[in-house]
């Protein structure tokens, strides 16, 4: 009996370390996993970004995030008033550089998340940025892998990456963001305090 005892305990100690061991080479620790989380946060709240996840009911331009000249406005669907839609303006693509540096920018269906949804990141602490984007009530029910999908394939999110005229690029590459975002989400998005 005592033998028995003896001979299962360091094999169920190795399997246990072992265990750990396992988890550890794929989840970053803690500290990590918040530097990581730093990384999507300085992409989320750069202007390119920023400037349609807004608290108002007006875009913002620019890099010192400005209110959107010519009485833009969100509008009911987040596409603007009648008569005065995004794609009056923004077309699907940048348009070509001799239409000069403060042309519209363009992709496709360019417009605001709508005022039920608005998805902020605009003018959030880090913490509440993150406490938001946890929340699928902000998120239209997505959940964070729904989340770094959008980041990875949606083309208006490419266009922060390619915003045309002098607009500065956000502080970390796409595919920098998408591998930040996976960080701190595999290590159960902690939240910054
Ligand atoms: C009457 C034309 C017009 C309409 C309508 C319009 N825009 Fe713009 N928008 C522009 C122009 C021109 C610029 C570029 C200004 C600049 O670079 O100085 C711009 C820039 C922007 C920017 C800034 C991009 C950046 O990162 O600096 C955002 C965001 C934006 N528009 C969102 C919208 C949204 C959303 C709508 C609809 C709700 C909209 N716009 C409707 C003309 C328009
Ligand atoms: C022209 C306006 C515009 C710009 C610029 C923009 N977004 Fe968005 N973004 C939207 C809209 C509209 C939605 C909602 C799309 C939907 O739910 O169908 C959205 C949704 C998102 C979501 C999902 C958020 C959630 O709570 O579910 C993320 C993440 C996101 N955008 C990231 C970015 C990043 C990163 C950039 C900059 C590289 C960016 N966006 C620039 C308009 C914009």
């Known amino acids: 009996m005592i033998a028995k005892v003896k001979t299962v305990a360091?094999?169920?100690a190795a399997g246990l370390l072992f265990a750990l061991t396992a988890q550890a080479q794929t989840t970053a620790p803690p500290d990590e996993a918040l530097r990581a989380f730093e990384v999507v946060r300085s992409v989320l709240q750069h202007p390119r970004c920023r400037n349609c996840h807004v608290p108002g009911d007006a875009p913002l331009e620019g890099d010192k995030s400005v209110l959107h000249n010519q009485g833009v406005i969100r509008g009911p669907t987040g596409h603007g008033a009648a008569a005065n839609e995004c794609t009056v303006c923004h077309l699907n693509q940048n348009l070509p550089a001799n239409y000069g540096p403060y042309a519209p920018p363009g992709s496709p269906d360019w417009h605001l998340p709508p005022p039920d949804m608005k998805m902020v990141f605009y003018g959030l602490s880090a913490k509440n940025l993150c406490l938001s984007i946890k929340d699928p009530r902000n998120t239209k029910g997505r959940d964070l892998a729904a989340?770094?999908?959008?980041?990875r394939d949606s083309r208006q999110v490419a266009w922060g990456w390619a915003p045309g005229g002098r607009r500065t690029l956000p502080p970390?590459?796409?595919a920098a963001t998408v591998a930040a975002f996976k960080t701190w989400m595999d290590a159960g998005a902690p939240c910054p305090q």
């Open 10 to 12: 360091p094999l169920f």
């Open 172 to 174: 970390a590459s796409r």
């Open 147 to 151: 989340m770094l999908a959008h980041i």
